[in-house]
């Protein structure tokens, strides 16, 4: 065995060695969205993306979705997560019946939304048996303006309490830095939120 694998497999390198397995899968959706974040990855993919609109086609229609499953299902991937490409999930108007779907073959299914459209889909999103994932950039309306092109705020208390478990991602940028220590603290007063994310902008 070379010194590199023997370096691998201590205990601190162990768990990524192992990882010969995907934990999860992804449905991105592609559409318009209710948000304009300038980091956003979807405004890089190709044009003949960004002018797909799926969120009012039934999931039934999409084009070897079943097939998707299936492949998931040989490789014993545990969890699928709907999420936007360009997009926001809570948008999609199936969510709560692909939600039933895709549960129903025996996958732990979660989400990823930007959270302003939470208050009306709480239903949904308490169905996820995995995390429902939120983006939570900053807690300042000026700041969100700048980043995310919207307001007004996710009322982000209500939302943590009233959820079971969920995780939080955060995009750090040069509007919200100096912020994250603090949301940092914020954060770890709700039980729900099981982990966070800090991201970088690879470009900002």
């Known amino acids: 065995m070379s010194k590199w694998r023997n370096k691998l497999l201590r205990p601190e390198f162990e768990k990524n060695w192992n990882r010969s397995a995907p934990s999860f899968a992804n449905i991105n959706v592609l559409g318009k969205c209710n948000a304009d974040c300038y980091f956003c990855l979807g405004k890089d993919i190709d044009p003949v993306?960004?002018?797909?609109?799926?969120?009012?086609?039934?999931?039934?229609?999409?084009?070897?979705?079943?097939?998707?499953?299936?492949i998931c299902e040989h490789?014993?991937?545990?969890?699928v997560y709907i999420t936007g490409q360009n997009t926001d999930?809570?948008?999609y108007r199936y969510l709560p019946e692909i939600l039933d779907h895709v549960q129903?073959?025996?996958?732990?299914?979660?989400?990823?939304?930007?959270?302003f459209l939470a208050h009306k889909k709480m239903d949904a999103?308490?169905?996820?048996?995995?995390?429902?994932?939120?983006s939570i950039?900053?807690?300042d309306f000026d700041t969100q303006q700048l980043m995310m092109g919207k307001s007004p705020m996710p009322d982000w208390e209500r939302i943590l309490t009233e959820v079971d478990h969920c995780r939080v991602s955060i995009v750090a940028s040069r509007y919200n830095i100096a912020e994250i220590p603090e949301m940092l603290q914020w954060l770890g007063k709700f039980p729900s939120?099981?982990?966070?994310?800090?991201r970088r902008i690879c470009t900002d």
């Open 49 to 70: 993306f960004a002018s797909q609109n799926q969120m009012r086609d039934h999931f039934s229609e999409w084009s070897r979705f079943e097939d998707f499953l299936d």
């Open 75 to 79: 490789r014993n991937i545990p969890n």
């Open 89 to 91: 999930a809570l948008m």
């Open 104 to 115: 129903g073959r025996g996958f732990r299914m979660g989400l990823r939304t930007n959270g």
């Open 125 to 134: 999103i308490a169905k996820c048996i995995a995390n429902p994932g939120f």
């Open 137 to 139: 950039h900053t807690r």
């Open 193 to 198: 939120v099981q982990y966070v994310q800090v």
